[in-house]
Every structure is written in structure tokens, then in C-alpha cells.
């Protein structure tokens, strides 16, 4: 019970956060009409790829050639997300302003 | 005094450029949510993502130390950057569904190295003060078992879309899966409540947990199929996303915290809304076995009659409104430029043509805009199906490319049937219905279609392209 209390404590920001993003997200796709939901879950997918940043840190303090390894693998992960999610959905969404 | 004089405020726009990061997130989420400003948002999106990126290369700090082996990761980057790029370009719009999986995967496996990594260094301060059981530890945990069931599981996803793995069903199968999170969840506690003075004593059982979550992203993916696969992708995109705020949590991170979270809970409620669209919970598409144990249609359902093209091309032009339902197999064939052909030439002709857009037709929802946007179909004549339906009994010929499910009776008169309750294009209320396809395969939930058995239907079999072509051919001559 205590470490629980003492978790909340430690991560209140976090988990104000966390509660807050919830809704935002909610909030944000819940008027979304039907012919842009694939478009938005590529662009979602981009966005999680934010993990990125988690494997440039891991990569940045790595000091054995095991882990050298493993983070440059989560590095080049991390961008594929990126930059092929962003890439995917503007290609799809360039299809949809072309009509006139 | 050496690290202030270097530059004293990196850590300060380190967090600004994170607030800038996320802001851009939410913002590019809501453009995206709206057809006109949705590229803008994407690109709006992916500058909070560069900016984050270059500010956490540039300024982030970890203990008083900064990042190392820049070298290394700009190369990384490079090689990501470039294969991420090419594959993306390359790939076929109809392709777009598998390709959503595999980046998604991508992104989990990104998050479970991390953890991988990380589970070693856990501050020995933290331990000895709490033990395993803090909350740094069960953010690495999970991170690990929600990034790897989502890479293991986007990969299968990627796969049966792609149609090199078949489906795998078997009744006991959600027994299995069930047994297998609660294994799951077990290690969790066994590791967090281990009394050890570094984590790195435990090393052996985050590979073990690893195998595991891979095994469980696996079999959690085999059995689902059909129209289900959608939802799937779209849960395994929330899962990446929780992840991805796992590690947010670790290294005290806002951006990896909003962005994850905000995917989290926006990709959990598109999930639902996928759900809904096919009258499913989320709870039966997870455990529950889809497709296949539809009851047999009983043996003699009827003869199935065929139109030949000239009686279709005359059909065609001497009616007063057509709906066309394109689905998967117009996609497959890459028909939609032909098949906007077929609809101005009637168009010229004085007939009205409309396109039924089922939720859920093709293999993500908005496939079939995506693809009909592509070929230059005007917006006002794509109809949501529940839109059309009322109109249908006015619809002198209904013209069903490629699409099965969407249009299957089942779903309204046999309870028995998998799809049943699935709302769907009520196709056989239209006076004629003419149906193109390949043979009489069954559809993607492999469940026997009543509709091409019914008095008014007539086939049109062959590749949805090459039939389209003639049949375009046929009326231009008339």
C-alpha cells in the first residue's frame, strides 16, 4: 500500500498526463467521419513512433557493443516508424486533395 | 563549471521543444480529423516529431551526461530514414492496410528493445529502497510485453494481409491465448516481487518473458481474420502507442508520454468504433474465433445465373440509377480508374451513379475512399451504406465489384452466421443486381453468399480490371 501511494506521489505529473492525453485523444478522433479513418490510424501510427526518442537515449548512454547493437536496431526501428508512417499517410492524403 | 559555460539552457529547450512537440501532435491529430486540413496535419505532425527528434540528439542529458555516439545514431537514422522512404513510396494503394501493420510493428519493436535494455540498469538505489516492486521496473515490463506483442502480432497481421499466412483456427485456441496473458501477467509479478540487489541478476527471465509475449502476439493474431483484421491493426497501433508512453514513463519523458498516450487512447477508440461499425465488442474480436464456424449453407442453395456483357452493357445504360458497392476484389485488381471510367460513361448517358461505401468494405475502414479518391471520384457520390439503403429499392441496377460480406444477407436472416448483426449494404433490395468476381470462392470470412444465389443477381465472373474494361468497351458501342 505504501510503495503504491509513494508511486503515485513520485509520477503525479505523469499520471495527470496520462489522464489528461486519455481524453484528449478520445475527444480528438471521436468526430472523425468514416473515410478518414484509415489516413488517421496511419497518422497515429507515425506519431507513437515518439519511441524514437526513447532508443536515441538508450542508444546515446550504450557503452557495451551488445548493447551498441541493440540500440542501433532500435534506432533504425524507431525511424521506419516514423518516417514511413508519416510518409504513408501523406501519400494517401494526397489523393484525396487532388479532386476538384 | 565546464557543462554551464558549454551551454546552460539545453535541458530548459529540451522540455520547451518537447511542449512544442506535443502540442504539434494534438494538433496534427485534430487536422487529420478533417478532410481538408488532414495532409496539413500530418506534416504538422511529423515537424513535432523532427524537432523532438534534434532536440533530444542535441540536448538531452541523462545523470549530467549527454548523449553519446552521435555518429552512430545519425547513421541509424540515415538507414531508417531511407528504407522507411523507399518502402513507403513504392508500395501499391492497395497494399496500404499491410503496410500501416508493418511500420506499426516497427514501433514495437523499437519499444520492447528499449526495455530489453533498459531492465539492467535499474538504479541500485531504487532497488534498495524499494525493491523490484517500483514503478520503473513495471514500465520496463511492460513495455517489453506490450512492444513485443504488438511487433510479433503486427508481423502476423502483416503477413495474413499479404497472404503468405493463412488463418489458423482452432476452438480451443482463446483457452490457450487466455492462459498464456495469465503467464504473462504471472512473470510480471514473479520479477517484480524477486528480492535482488540489481536487476541485472534477472536478465534470463526478461528473455523468457520476451519468447513468451512473442508467442502470445502470435497465436493472439492467428485465429482472427476476415473482416476482424481491421480491428486488429487498429488495437496492435494502441498497443505500440502504450508502449511507446511506457518508456515516457522511464525516462521522465512529455513527448514519448503524449504522444504514446494520445495514440493509446485515440487508436483504442477507433478500435471500438471499427467494432461498432461491424456490431462486434472488442472483447469477442480478442477471444472470440471468427469466420469458419458459420453454419454450411444447406446443400443446394440454388443456381446461380450469369449475364453475359452486352445484356450487362444494356442494362447498365438503360437504367436510371445505379449504386456500385466496390470492395476488396476492386482493389486487388486496381480497378478503380476503370471503374471511375464506367461511371462518367453512364454519367454521359444520362444515368445517376452512385458508389456505396460500406464502413468496413475492403481491409481498413476508409479503404475504398482512399482508393476511389485516388482514381479522381468526386466525394458526393460516395455514400456511407446505411445512407443508401433506403434509396436501394429505387436502384434500377446495383453492381457489386469485388465486395462479398459487405453485401451477405446472412447478416440479416441467419443468427447462426458469424456476420450476423454486421450491418451491411442491403444489396438485394435493388430491382437488379449484377455481381463481378472471380469465381464463386467464398469472402474474407469465408462465409457462403446468399445474394448470388437470389433471382434478380447475375454474375459477372472474371478479374474485376479486366471485366470493368470490357464491359466499358461493350457500352461505348452500343
Redesign the interface.
Not at chain 2, 487529420?32 to 478532410?35: G, K, Q
Given at each position: 500500500m505504501e510503495s503504491i501511494l509513494d508511486f503515485i506521489l513520485q509520477h503525479r505529473e505523469a499520471i495527470f498526463i496520462v489522464i489528461l492525453s486519455i481524453f484528449l485523444g478520445i475527444e480528438v478522433i471521436s468526430h472523425v467521419p468514416a473515410i478518414l479513418h484509415t489516413p488517421l490510424m496511419s497518422g497515429a501510427n507515425a506519431i507513437h513512433g515518439v519511441v524514437i526518442i526513447g532508443a536515441i537515449i538508450v542508444m546515446g548512454h550504450a557503452d557495451t557493443t551488445g548493447s551498441m547493437i541493440l540500440g542501433f536496431l532500435a534506432v533504425v526501428l524507431g525511424t521506419l516508424n516514423v518516417v514511413g508512417g508519416f510518409v504513408v499517410t501523406d501519400r494517401m492524403l494526397e489523393m484525396f486533395k487532388k479532386k476538384k | 563549471m565546464n557543462d554551464i559555460s558549454q551551454f546552460p539552457y539545453g535541458v530548459s529547450i529540451l522540455e520547451i521543444t518537447y511542449i512544442v512537440?506535443s502540442v504539434l501532435?494534438?494538433l496534427?491529430?485534430?487536422m487529420?480529423?478533417?478532410?481538408l486540413t488532414?495532409?496539413r496535419?500530418?506534416?504538422l505532425?511529423?515537424f513535432g516529431?523532427g524537432f523532438?527528434?534534434l532536440a533530444?540528439?542535441l540536448f538531452?542529458e541523462?545523470d549530467g551526461?549527454?548523449?553519446?555516439?552521435?555518429p552512430?545514431?545519425i547513421?541509424?537514422?540515415v538507414?531508417?530514414?531511407i528504407?522507411?522512404?523507399v518502402?513507403?513510396?513504392k508500395?501499391k494503394?492497395t497494399a496500404?492496410?499491410q503496410?500501416?501493420s508493418?511500420?506499426?510493428g516497427?514501433?514495437g519493436?523499437?519499444?520492447a528493445?528499449?526495455s530489453?535494455?533498459?531492465f539492467p540498469h535499474v538504479s541500485p538505489d531504487l532497488i534498495a529502497r524499494?525493491g523490484m516492486?517500483?514503478?520503473h521496473v513495471l514500465a520496463i515490463l511492460l513495455g517489453l510485453m506490450i512492444g513485443t506483442v504488438s511487433w510479433a502480432g503486427s508481423m502476423i497481421a502483416y503477413g495474413k494481409l499479404d497472404g503468405w499466412i493463412g488463418d489458423l483456427r482452432v476452438k480451443a485456441m482463446k483457452y490457450v491465448n487466455l492462459a498464456i496473458l495469465a503467464v504473462m501477467t504471472g512473470f510480471i509479478a514473479f520479477i517484480m516481487t524477486r528480492d535482488v540487489k540489481a536487476s541485472s541478476e534477472l536478465t534470463p527471465y526478461i528473455y523468457i518473458m520476451f519468447g513468451v509475449a512473442v508467442l502470445y502476439g502470435v497465436l493472439f493474431v492467428m485465429p482472427i481474420g476476415g473482416a476482424d483484421m481491421p480491428v486488429v491493426?487498429?488495437l496492435l497501433?494502441s498497443f505500440?502507442?502504450v508502449?511507446?508512453?511506457m518508456?515516457?514513463?522511464?525516462?521522465?519523458?512529455?513527448?514519448?508520454?503524449?504522444?504514446?498516450?494520445?495514440?493509446?487512447?485515440?487508436?483504442?477508440?477507433?478500435t471500438v468504433?471499427?467494432c461498432r461499425?461491424m456490431n462486434r465488442s472488442l472483447l469477442n474480436v480478442i477471444v472470440g474465433v471468427f469466420g469458419g464456424g458459420g453454419q454450411a449453407v444447406v446443400g443446394g442453395a440454388g443456381t446461380v445465373r450469369e449475364i453475359t456483357l452486352s445484356d450487362a452493357a444494356v442494362l447498365l445504360s438503360y437504367s436510371k440509377k445505379v449504386v456500385i458497392v466496390p470492395g476488396y476484389g476492386l482493389a486487388v485488381a486496381q480497378a478503380q480508374h476503370i471503374c471511375h471510367e464506367l461511371d462518367k460513361l453512364l454519367d454521359e448517358k444520362g444515368v445517376e451513379v452512385k458508389y456505396a461505401?460500406h464502413?468496413v468494405a475492403g481491409r481498413?475502414?476508409?479503404?475504398m475512399?482512399?482508393l476511389l479518391?485516388?482514381a479522381?471520384?468526386?466525394?458526393e457520390q460516395?455514400i456511407?451504406s446505411d445512407e443508401i439503403n433506403p434509396d436501394l429499392p429505387n436502384t434500377d441496377v446495383l453492381v457489386v465489384i469485388g465486395a462479398n460480406d459487405v453485401v451477405n444477407p446472412a447478416a440479416e436472416d441467419d443468427p447462426s452466421s458469424p456476420i450476423y448483426g454486421m450491418p451491411i449494404v442491403k444489396a438485394r433490395d435493388a430491382k437488379n443486381i449484377i455481381v463481378m468476381k472471380r469465381g464463386m470462392g467464398k469472402g474474407y470470412a469465408a462465409i457462403e453468399n446468399m445474394l448470388f444465389f437470389n433471382e434478380k443477381t447475375r454474375m459477372l465472373f472474371g478479374d474485376a480490371k479486366t471485366t470493368l474494361q470490357n464491359l466499358v468497351n461493350e457500352i461505348k458501342n452500343l
Open positions: - | 512537440a501532435f494534438v496534427g491529430l485534430r487529420l480529423s478533417h478532410p488532414a495532409r496535419g500530418n506534416i505532425a511529423a516529431m523532438a527528434i533530444t540528439i538531452h541523462k551526461e549527454r548523449i553519446g555516439n552521435i552512430w545514431i547513421g541509424a537514422i538507414i531508417g530514414t528504407i522507411g522512404w518502402i513507403a513510396k508500395v494503394m496500404m492496410p503496410l500501416v508493418f511500420f506499426n516497427m514501433g519493436a523499437a519499444a528493445l528499449i530489453m535494455m533498459e524499494s516492486s517500483n514503478g491493426i487498429s497501433n505500440t502507442g508502449a511507446a508512453a518508456g515516457g514513463f522511464l525516462y521522465n519523458n512529455q513527448a514519448m508520454l503524449t504522444g504514446g498516450i494520445l495514440v493509446g487512447s485515440a487508436g483504442t477508440i477507433l468504433l471499427m461499425a461505401i464502413p481498413m475502414p476508409g479503404h475512399n482512399v479518391a485516388e479522381d471520384v468526386p466525394y460516395l456511407e
